[in-house]
């Protein structure tokens, strides 16, 4: 092992990944990519969730990737286990954009969710940007889980209940939630990107979150993301 998995990315670091997936074909063509890339490398490898849970706290990957659908103890219940026991950041994979799958591992703190047909540039700069610590949507995971969830705001108390929010403030965690990336809100908004990331930091501290997916889950939750009508 290299010892950079752990903490902030710095340039120059080899980003150790876990691959976890019942089909070994599958395995096989994700470490072929990270083997031939440089700046990565495979720490290990599992075939279930549990085996994939126990493999992340002994080896303290950077990321995991994790099938969903996993024979035995599912890629859901690994990435509850590894959430709650490593600072290992997890990205979900599957073949199907089944929202059920995307709502909760997003809520249980995944950094991240492609589809298996993601291209190979796709999933190197998806396991990038988990990295650095932001997080990561297939655009077509992004669209249905906001047809599905944005219109069906519970009546329940949310997070954002009782913050009283700037309309700055609003339209960043709109962005945010469809995944612009921290310049491309500063290009949106004509501020500098450095305001953006104090805008992200005020109201992670306000609401309680660590990071901007769950930021853009609670937004969700909160019907946040309804475009107020004008008039």
Known sequence: MTGTEGGSGTEGEVIGVLLADDDERFRGVYRKLFDRTAGFRVAGEASDGAEAARLAGALR?????LDVQMPGTDGLEAARRILRDTTTRVIMLTTFDLDEYVYEALTLGASGFLLKNASPPEVLQAVRTVRAGNAVLAPEVTARLLRRFAP???ERGHAFAGQVLSERETQVIRFVARGYT???????LFLSVETVRTYLRRMFAKLGVNDRTHLAVLAYEA?????????
């Open 61 to 65: 990957p950077a990321v995991a990737l």
């Open 223 to 231: 019907g946040l993301l309804h475009e107020p009508r004008s008039g």
């Open 152 to 154: 069906h705001r519970p």
């Open 182 to 188: 921290n310049q491309q809100i500063a290009d949106e």
